[in-house]
Antibody, heavy 122, light 107 residues
Framework: EVQLVESGGGLVQPGGSLRLSCAAS????????MHWVRQAPGKGLVWVSR????????SYADSVKGRFTISRDNAKNTLYLQMNSLRAEDTAVYYC???????????????WGQGTMVTVSS | QSALTQPPSASGSPGQSVTISCTGTSSDVGGYNYVSWYQQHPGKAPKLMIYEVSKRPSGVPDRFSGSKSGNTASLTVSGLQAEDEADYYC???????FGGGTKLTVL
C-alpha cells in the first residue's frame, strides 16, 4: 500500500525546535519530489517547503525561510522537516505530500500523510 | 506568490450541480495546465480529486469535473450527494500556492 506516515509533532515553547519525519512506503521514494503543507486550526492549506528527488534542490515559503530546513534520506525512505525558532503562528497540522508526475502518477499532490500536529505555546 | 481566490462557501441540494471557482493570474492558473483540486473532510487529510485542470485520478467519481478559462479554474460537482459535503481547495502549477478553500454544504 502506498502511504506516508508523519511523526514528531507535539507541544513546544516559542523559540524552540522540532523535527518532523515522514516515512514513505509502497513506492519508489527516491523518484519523487516531496512537499510539506501545513494547516493552522480552522484555516486553509498553506505550502511550506519542497525538495527534489535526490535532495539537491529545496524551496521554502517566505514565512519559514531561514528557520525551517527540509531534507530527505532516500536510503531510509524518509522525509524530514527541521523547524527552529518556532513561533505561535507556526501552530498547525503538518502534512507531507508526494508530488506525482512520475510515470503514470498524477502531476499533483497525489498522496498525503495523515498529518502531525505542532503546537507552539508557552 | 499570492493565494488563489476561491469563494468561502457554496451549497446545493442533493442531486443538483454546484461549481466552485478558483481565480489566479497569468503566472499561475492562466499560464499552466496544472490546476488541481483537493477535497478535505473534517479531521482528515486532503484527497486529490482533479489534476491537470480536468483529469480524474482512479477512484474519483465522474460526478467531479474540472475546467479552466483564462485565469479562472472551476470544479463542478454534479448529482450532489451528502458525502460531497467538505472543504475544497485548488492549487496551481508546482503546488506552491493554494486557494483559500471553499466549504461545500449539501442542503
Amino acid at each position: 500500500e502506498v502511504q506516508l506516515v508523519e511523526s514528531g509533532g507535539g507541544l513546544v515553547q516559542p523559540g524552540g525546535s522540532l523535527r518532523l519525519s515522514c516515512a514513505a512506503s509502497g513506492f519508489t521514494f527516491s523518484s519523487y519530489w516531496m512537499h510539506w503543507v501545513r494547516q493552522a486550526p480552522g484555516k486553509g492549506l498553506v505550502w511550506v517547503s519542497r525538495i527534489n528527488s535526490d535532495g539537491s534542490s529545496t524551496s521554502y515559503a517566505d514565512s519559514v525561510k531561514g528557520r525551517f530546513t527540509i531534507s530527505r534520506d532516500n536510503a531510509k525512505n524518509t522525509l524530514y522537516l527541521q523547524m527552529n525558532s518556532l513561533r505561535a503562528e507556526d501552530t498547525a497540522v503538518y502534512y507531507c505530500a508526494r508530488r506525482g508526475g512520475v510515470g503514470a502518477t498524477p502531476n499533483a499532490f497525489d498522496i498525503w500523510g495523515q498529518g502531525t500536529m505542532v503546537t507552539v505555546s508557552s | 506568490q499570492s493565494a488563489l481566490t476561491q469563494p468561502p462557501s457554496a451549497s446545493g441540494s442533493p442531486g443538483q450541480s454546484v461549481t466552485i471557482s478558483c481565480t489566479g493570474t497569468s503566472s499561475d492558473v492562466g499560464g499552466y495546465n496544472y490546476v488541481s483540486w483537493y477535497q478535505q473532510h473534517p479531521g482528515k487529510a486532503p484527497k486529490l480529486m482533479i489534476y491537470e485542470v480536468s483529469k480524474r485520478p482512479s477512484g474519483v467519481p465522474d460526478r467531479f469535473s474540472g475546467s479552466k478559462s483564462g485565469n479562472t479554474a472551476s470544479l463542478t460537482v454534479s448529482g450532489l450527494q451528502a458525502e460531497d459535503e467538505a472543504d475544497y481547495y485548488c492549487s496551481s502549477y508546482a503546488g506552491t500556492v493554494f486557494g483559500g478553500g471553499t466549504k461545500l454544504t449539501v442542503l
